[in-house]
Each structure stands twice: as C-alpha cells, then as structure tokens.
C-alpha cells in the first residue's frame, strides 16, 4: 500500500472526524460533569459551614482563647468535611489547626469578605492540590429587619481530595470512552475506503487492458455516485475510441488491399507489353534511329514499371502479414556472393571482405533481396568502391548476431534525411524525382530484416560515405523451435 | 494550505483538551449572605459601642454599661443612658478591644458632658439631638458615625433613628448609622 495512497487517507480523515467528535463530546461532557460535581460540592459546603458558624454565640470583643475555642467546635462539628477553621477580627486571629493564619487564603477572598458581608469562596489550587476557601462574614440581629456585621470573618479551608478523585474518575471515564469510539471509527473508514477503491482498481485495471490493446474493455457500473459517472465515462470513451481504432483499420486495410490489386491487375498486361518490347528491341536495330530511341525508352521504361510492380507486390505481402520465412542453414559468406555474381557485381566496384566459416540460419531469398538491395543502392546514391563486410558478435542483448556491413566512398546520407531513408518512395533529393530505383528498395530491405528478428541501420563513417548495417541473429527463432 | 486545514480542524480538540484536566482555580465567587450569628448579649446591661477595626471598618463591642437587676431587690435591670453610653465611648476602647487592633477617630475629651438635648419644636420627628463638647463639624466620617451609631444603638434597639450632633462649632444635619445591613431572612 502507498504511505499516503487514498486508503490512508480516508481512513485518517475518518479517524480525525472521530477523534474530533469523540473529543469534543467527551471533553464537554467531562466540563459540564466537572462544572456540576464541583458546584454541589461547593454550595453544600457553603451552606454547611454558614449553618455551622450560626450555631455559635460569639462575645466581642474576645480574647484569642475563647475565640479558639469557639473555631474548634465549627471544626468539630464540620464533619463529614475535614475543614480547618481560621477566624480573623481585628488582629486577632485563630484557627482550629495548628496556624493560626492560613497560607491558602487569598487577599482577594479577604478583601471581599471585609468589604462586603456576604459569603463568598474561591478556589485555589497550591502545591498541586486543590483547596476549597470559603470566607464567612459575620453578623448579628440587631433588629426586627437589620442587622450589623461583626467584624469577625470566619474561613474555612477544605482539601477537595474527594472531588479530586472524583473529577479524575470522570477524565479517565470520558478518556476510555473516546478511545473505542476511535477503534469503531477505523470500520466505518476501511470499509469506505474500500468501496472507493474498488471502483478505482477496476478503473486502473481496465485502463491497463486497453492500453494493452484490448479496446472491447468495459467496467461495470454500480451505483449512481460519482465513480459510477467516472466508469460511464470510461465506457463511453472506451467505446469511441473502439469504433475510430476499427474505422482507422478499415480503411488503412483498404488502401493496402488497393495497391495490392492495382499491382496485381498490372502485373498480366505488363508480362504481356515486357514480352513485346523484348521482340521490339531485338528489331530495334532495323529501324530508323528516332522510332529506335523511342522504342528502346519504351521498353526501359517498361522493365522499371515491372520492378515497381513487383516490389510493390511483394510490399503488400508484408502489409497483409502473408510474408513467410523459409530459413535454411548456409554459410552467410557464400550466400553474399551468389548474391553479388548473379548481379554481375563482380568488377572492382565491389569490395568484398567475406571471412568463411558463418554458418547461419536465414531466409537465402530474402538475405539475398536484402544484399542486393543495399549493394545497388550504394551503387546508385554513393559510389565506388562499396565494401560489403561480414562478421557476428555478441548483440547487445547476449545472443550471436550476424553483422552484414554495406558501405560506399560517396557524400554520405544528410542528417535531415538520416530518419525517414527507409520510408517508401522517400527521395533524397526532391529534384531527382526520377531515379533508377523503385523507390522501395530500402523499405523491402528493412522488412525482410524485420521479418528474420534483426535490425537495420543507416549512418555515416567518420571517413565519409554512407553506411548501412543490417543484423540478424544467427539462430532465428524459426530455426530453434 | 492542507497543514492550516488540518491546523484548523485539530484546533477545537486541542482547545478543548488544554481547557484543563482536574480542578482548577476561581475567582472569588459570592455565595449566600452572611452567617447571621447569636450576640452573648444581657438585654437592657450590654450597650454596643462602635470603634474601627484596623482595615477601617467599623464594629461594635458590647459593654455592661446598665444596671443589672437583682432577684428580690428593689434594683431594677435599667440600660445604660445615651449619655453614659457616648462617654464611654469617648473613653476609647478598653485594653482587651486595643489588643484586637480596635481603635478610636474620636478625639479625647479634656472637659464638658455629653448631653442629650430636648427636642426642639417643629425638630424632625424619630430624631435625637447630641450635645457632645468637640468640634463635630470638622470630625472625620468614622469618628461622626462612630458618635452616630453608638448613639442610635443606644436609643433604640435596632438602631433606626436619626442622630444629630451638635457641637463646640454648631451642629450637623441629622444622620443615620450607616453600618445596619437589612437582616437575613432567617
């Protein structure tokens, strides 16, 4: 799986929506639950400590022991809360415990309770540990409807351990509650994720199929959400792209079954007029030199109509897939020159360097097509003299090959040409529109090399002059099998 | 700008979480009245007298300044006079009220009574009049409602009626204790 592929994703954007709930849920239930525990505390302990400081008669002013006195019985009584009680008037001060002043209390609780005689408290937190303050003025009844304070301010100061741990029992509560809430949250994320991805896999998988030219591939459409318009997409696409692919085939299988027929409905004629310009050449000697001109030029013309038909022919052949290896095993040395012989190449234009001995399995008549035509093109566009080397060597992928090296001592190939020298009908030179060559010499060249599990290539030597190289391998699969 | 998305989306949660763990600390927050407590007092023999307690405020002390009635005697329980009651106050506050930190704003009499003068007519009705032989004019606010409340508290029980003091200078305009707070409902 990626480390952020979209199954992490979801399922990390699922838990974060978790988290957030559970969270919050939690951390507001935990506040208001916390908010409502300590409230209740609070306010019973106010109430309790007010009810117990009215129990007690006060003489004012008092001496320090009998006010002690007095703070321990509101001690005493404070039960079940273990509260110790400070009294403060005047200077005097004194409490239930063993200081007399209380570190806890603030300035601020002081303040409020001299100023204004109304019970107050106030929460502090020293040393890590929670204390309840609560500041009780005193008053007495003076009256019907009034009454006076006394000066004398009663505080009691409680450890909120219970509370505490009450309040700590709620975190842990609201924390074990949120962490399930998070384990049940990864479900509902995988299985989304998963019905995401699925839809996505098969995308990725049907894409993958009709990249590799299966052009009928379709998915199935589940569901009407977004991935399900996604996949109709991909049908309709697939689909059109199908009939253009089909439509393209048609008509380029058209234009070759066109050019394969023209060929071949010229070929009868052409056997016909090839047999009168012979019987016309031979008489060509007893008519008058015009009519002789003109009639040799029709019968020359005529034999390179008849290459052209051939070649186109057999062209075809390798459009239609008809073409057919018939491989035989000959030593590659000998094969060339029967090839350069019965082309009457044996004059010093040729440069032959034939090493014996390289017994290979190929097609003689094509291996034959392929030589010829090299060698007559280097002999037509270069010039002399044309080496036509041998060898076999490692092929860059390890097996043997047969390396057929056809080079000739004219201007080279032009780099703008280099690319398109094994195109049909492609000429070098736009103004030679009329060379002595069909123009598929090249083309035929390269797809008998094809044909045998070779390759061919056309380049320049450092020294000048244009180089073809052809290799084929030595066993061709034929051969193997 | 996916880090501020997930920055703003994991903000509520940690905002939340840090609100705090525990129990933390308040301001001082009001809770009920006062505790309204009994006053050791013997009816008609304590009298209040009112000195400052040191952060300012003023408290009454209780003093058997009356006279206690006897079981068979021909003495009968009488509280102490306006008169005696604000002379004693003048005397300032006894040795056990000094070591609370008691104080006195009134200055101290070298010579002259305190009187309680007889309504004059067309006076305020529910109003005494205190002759007392100090300047009252140019008396600080405590020590004026030091003489104010004592006064009251020992003219009527509750201490509602209005004083005014008349002094070595003329006399003040007729005042109230200002220490009473309306009583609890208990």
């Known amino acids: 799986m990626r480390a952020f592929g979209l199954r992490t994703r979801l399922v990390l954007a699922f838990l974060l929506v978790a988290v957030v709930g559970a969270g919050t849920t939690a951390a507001l239930t935990y506040r208001e639950a916390r908010t409502a525990l300590l409230k209740t505390a609070q306010d019973t302990a106010v109430s309790s400590f007010r009810e117990q400081v009215q129990l007690n008669t006060f003489t004012f002013p008092s001496d320090v022991g009998n006010l002690e006195a007095n703070l321990r019985d509101i001690a005493r009584k404070g039960k079940p809360r273990p509260w110790i009680v400070f009294a403060e008037y005047g200077t005097l001060r004194a409490s239930s415990g063993t200081s007399p002043v209380s570190g806890v209390i603030t300035p601020g609780l002081r303040r409020a309770a001299l100023s204004n005689p109304r019970g107050a408290f106030e929460r502090v937190v020293k040393d890590g540990v929670p204390y309840l303050t609560i500041a009780m003025p005193t008053v007495f009844r003076a009256g019907q409807h009034s009454a006076l304070p006394l000066g004398l301010v009663v505080y009691a100061v409680m450890r909120m351990s219970d509370e505490q741990i009450n309040v700590d029992a709620l975190l842990t509560a609201a924390r074990d509650g949120a962490l399930p809430g998070l384990a049940v949250a990864l479900l509902p994320g995988l299985l989304a994720a998963r019905s995401v991805l699925r839809p996505v896999r098969e995308l990725h998988r049907a894409a993958r199929s009709m990249g590799s030219g299966k052009l009928d591939t379709r998915i199935e459409v589940r569901g009407k959400d977004e991935l399900a318009d996604l996949a109709h997409t991909f049908n309709e696409s697939a689909a059109n792209l199908e009939h253009s692919v089909k439509e393209l085939r048609r008509a380029e299988a058209r234009a070759r079954r066109f050019a394969s027929d023209v060929s071949h409905e010229l070929r009868t004629p052409l056997a016909g007029m090839l047999a009168v310009t012979e019987v016309l050449d031979e008489d060509a000697g007893h008519l008058d030199s015009d009519t002789a001109r003109a009639v040799r030029l029709i019968s020359a013309e005529t034999g390179k109509l008849a290459v052209l038909v051939e070649d186109l022919i057999e062209i075809s052949r390798f459009d239609a897939r008809a073409a057919e290896l018939n491989t035989d095993e000959l030593d590659a040395a000998e094969a060339i020159r029967k090839t350069l012989v019965n082309r009457h190449w044996t004059d010093g234009r040729i440069v032959p360097e034939l090493p014996e001995g390289i017994r290979v399995r190929l097609d003689p008549r094509r291996f034959d097509v392929v030589v010829a035509n090299l060698v007559g093109n280097a002999l037509r566009h270069g010039a002399a003299p044309v080496a036509v080397r041998l060898r076999s060597e490692t092929g860059s992928d390890g097996t043997p090959v047969l390396i057929t090296e056809v080079a000739d001592s004219g201007p080279g190939i032009a780099p703008d040409v280099l690319p398109h020298i094994f195109d049909r009908f492609y000429k070098a030179d736009a103004a030679r529109t009329r060379s002595a060559g069909s123009g598929l010499g090249l083309a035929i060249a390269a797809e008998n090399v094809r044909l045998h599990g070779g390759r061919i290539r056309a380049g320049n030597r450092p020294e000048g002059g244009a180089v073809f190289t052809v290799e084929i391998p030595l066993f061709t699969e034929g051969a193997t099998e | ?186």
């Open chain 2, 1 to 186: 700008m996916r880090q501020a998305r997930w920055a703003l989306a994991a903000w509520p949660v940690a905002a939340l979480l840090l609100a705090g763990c525990g129990i933390r600390e308040t301001d001082v927050i009001e809770a009920g009245g006062p505790a309204t407590v009994e006053h050791f007092s013997r009816n008609g023999v304590d009298s209040l007298l009112f000195y400052r307690l040191p952060h300012g405020e003023l408290t009454p002390v209780s003093r058997p300044l009356g006279t206690e009635g006897q079981f068979g005697s021909s003495y009968q329980t009488r509280p102490a006079s306006t008169e005696k009651v604000i002379a004693a106050l003048f005397s300032g506050p006894s040795q056990a009220e000094k070591g609370a930190g008691l104080t006195t704003s009134l200055p101290r009499i070298t010579s002259g009574t305190v009187r309680l003068l007889p309504r004059k007519p067309g006076a305020e009705p529910g109003g005494i009049s205190l002759s007392v032989p100090v300047a009252v004019r140019d008396l600080a606010e405590t020590a004026t409602q030091q003489l104010v409340c004592t006064a009251a508290y020992s003219a009527v029980g509750d201490g509602s009626v209005r004083v005014q003091l008349v002094g070595q200078d003329g006399e003040t305009a007729f005042g109230t204790c200002r220490l009473s707070i309306p009583a609890g409902d208990e």
